[in-house]
């Protein structure tokens, strides 16, 4: 594949306007100066398409917008991640900048998280250890609520039904002057979630659930150079699992996450000192019949306390300098664990420096101290080299690793406390060509993962953790963004295109959960008060084995959406309108676990003031 690097590089501003499917809403973000996204490939979700979600789950903008495969347990069920190639553990997902990966399972689940009370949603692709820590090896999920300072008192309501008796309710109220700010926003979804595919005889039976969000946010400055800033956000959910047959035993889930952040930033010339303090804590209880009281449960509690520092030492070199502490606790409840804690240790640093105007380089570097097991060092240096206006290579060579989590660790039985890190190794190369309005790009990623964990059945007789797997990843990803105006309306052509080879290093095989190719491509028109966006995504097959067992296949789909929205008393109510599936694809993303055919939603959204 590296024989054709040089051509995709130097070709790629001309060449990919004819092949790439692309899709709305992302868009690469550079502007500030040497920030990382001068230097990694990082997209934004834009406020449209958090405004035009009829949930609250990032799975379902994700899987829209991105080459981000999602496996879910049917509507509204489990979601995992595969990014890059990887699993579901090698994605990390970060609140204002704290990582919210379950410390119990090592990885999130996307229809469990929320983006309704955040303000941005930052998408980094590929390794970012030495920025996010643990689990960033296929990439980051961001999500960030901003300060509000000098902003409009704002309150606004929103209301939404669709297909399967599903409801949304949301309200957001902002009170802002110049030295401080308040907000809070509530939030709830829920579904009966019963839909049928008489095609297939398959009725999506007990798949009911519920979801609550609240945020609180602060924030408080003074004398110019001083700002406080603390947030809250409280997330618990219930979801009846669904049935693959309908004899079986029907159970229920229940999801609690309390996430708090203060933050103190200092800033002074070309010093900004940056203290935060943090406590995440997760919570779940399983009920194996609905109809009992009989449940399980286990949950871990995080302290995490930052020191960041940054230094602009002359106008071509900058360096920041972070450490940290944290300390996790879980709170068992039944056998399955003892209770157990872990203290990890943190430091990394970071440096910019443009030697001319035509190139930047950054270096950075970090170390974790976890107890019981060791960490490696990780390291990342990218070149940004702009050899005409407007275009610009990057070369990129990083590391990251993955520390076991307390599951992997001590669950019983099957646990391993001998266990060892994950750590991969990457090698990427991206072209990227931008004018105001016209945007394409394209990425060359190579990487290796050394001692992946997985669950294996052990000589005891039961599954065991070890560190067998070696894996070798190989992938080109391209997006493209385009807008102009014509007669008055508004047009926007966006897409991405993701191609994807994960191999088992040792024998060969392709990877299970990994579609080869997806695509997507999106349309939207403006006109005035009135607007429609029109949304495809292409997933291709979908092995649930090592190797391409055809028996374990999920075959490709094609699927795509269409919304109205328009606007009326000063833009102040907007009345959405989407269609789901408008093929009517009969489809599925895991085995046995099929999704919805056609179903609507409509959402009101009505700012009082």
Not at 206 to 214: A, E, P, R, T
Not at 543 to 565: A, Q, R, T
Not at 582 to 603: A, E, G, V
């Amino acid at each position: 594949m590296y024989k054709y690097i040089l051509y995709i590089l130097v070709l790629s501003p001309i060449g990919l306007i004819g092949q790439i499917i692309t899709l709305d809403s992302l868009y690469v973000k550079g502007d500030e100066e040497n920030k990382r996204e001068d230097f990694h490939k990082t997209q934004i979700l834009s406020d449209s398409v958090k405004s035009n979600a009829v949930g609250l789950s990032l799975t379902e903008v994700l899987r829209e917008q991105t080459p981000i495969f999602f496996k879910e347990s049917g509507a509204g069920m489990i979601s995992s991640v595969s990014f890059r190639g990887t699993t579901a553990q090698h994605t990390a997902v970060l609140w204002n900048g704290l990582n919210i990966n379950s410390q119990l399972l090592g990885q999130t689940d996307f229809n469990a998280v929320s983006l309704a009370t955040a303000d941005e949603m930052h998408i980094e692709y590929g390794s970012g250890g030495t920025e996010s820590g643990s689990g960033a090896i296929g990439g980051t999920v961001s999500l960030y609520n901003t300060e509000k300072f000098h902003q409009p008192d704002q309150q606004n309501i929103q209301l939404g039904y669709g297909s399967f008796n599903h409801f949304l309710v949301g309200y957001n109220y902002l009170m802002s002057n110049d030295n401080s700010f308040f907000s809070i926003q509530f939030y709830r979804e829920q579904s009966d979630n019963d839909y049928e595919i008489p095609e297939r005889n398959y009725k999506n039976i007990n798949g009911d659930f519920w979801k609550n969000d609240i945020s609180f946010n602060l924030g408080y400055q003074w004398k110019e150079n001083h700002k406080l800033l603390f947030y809250n956000e409280v997330y618990n959910d219930k979801r009846n699992f669904a049935l693959i047959l309908p004899t079986e035993t029907p159970s229920k889930y229940y999801n609690f996450n309390f996430r708090h952040l203060v933050r103190y930033i200092y800033t002074k010339d070309k010093l900004r000192i940056t203290p935060e303090v943090g406590f995440l804590k997760e919570r779940y209880r399983y009920y194996p019949d609905i109809s009992l009281i009989e449940n399980s449960g286990n949950g871990v509690g995080s302290l995490i306390s930052k020191l960041k520092t940054e230094y602009k030492i002359w106008p071509r070199l900058n360096l920041e300098m972070n450490g940290g502490f944290n300390y996790r606790e879980n709170f068992p409840e039944g056998n399955t664990m003892g209770k157990i804690y872990r203290r990890e240790a943190t430091f990394s640093a970071r440096t910019v420096y443009s030697p001319t105007k035509y190139l930047k380089i950054e270096g950075s570097g970090r170390k974790e101290w976890i107890g019981g097991f060791s960490s490696p060092y990780l390291y990342a240096v990218v070149l940004n080299i702009n050899p005409i206006k407007r275009w610009f290579i990057k070369l990129k060579t990083a590391t990251s690793f993955r520390a076991p989590s307390f599951n992997d660790l001590y669950w019983q039985p099957g646990g391993n406390p001998d266990l060892k890190s994950e750590f991969s190794e990457s090698y990427e190369i991206s072209s990227e060509y931008k004018m105001s309005n016209f945007h394409i790009g394209v990425n060359v990623f190579h990487q290796e993962i050394e001692d992946m964990i997985r669950w294996i059945p052990g000589r005891r007789g039961y599954w065991e953790a070890f560190n067998v797997d070696e894996v070798k990843i190989d992938g080109v990803e391209a997006n493209l963004h385009y807008h102009f105006n014509l007669a008055g309306i508004r047009t926007d052509v966006n897409g991405f295109l993701g191609y994807t080879d994960a191999r088992d290093a040792k024998e060969d095989l392709s990877l299970m959960y990994v579609p080869p190719l997806k695509m997507g491509f999106n349309l939207g028109f403006s006109y005035k008060n009135f607007s429609i966006g029109w949304n495809n995504r292409f997933v291709d097959d979908i092995y649930f084995s090592v190797g391409k067992d055809e028996d374990s296949k999920v075959e490709k789909y094609y699927l795509n959406n269409i919304i109205f929205k328009y606007k009326m008393l000063d833009e102040r109510l907007q009345l959405y309108f989407k269609i789901n599936n408008l093929n009517n694809k009969i489809y599925r993303s895991l085995l046995n676990r099929y999704q919805p055919t056609r179903n609507f939603n409509l959402k009101i959204s009505y700012e009082i003031f």
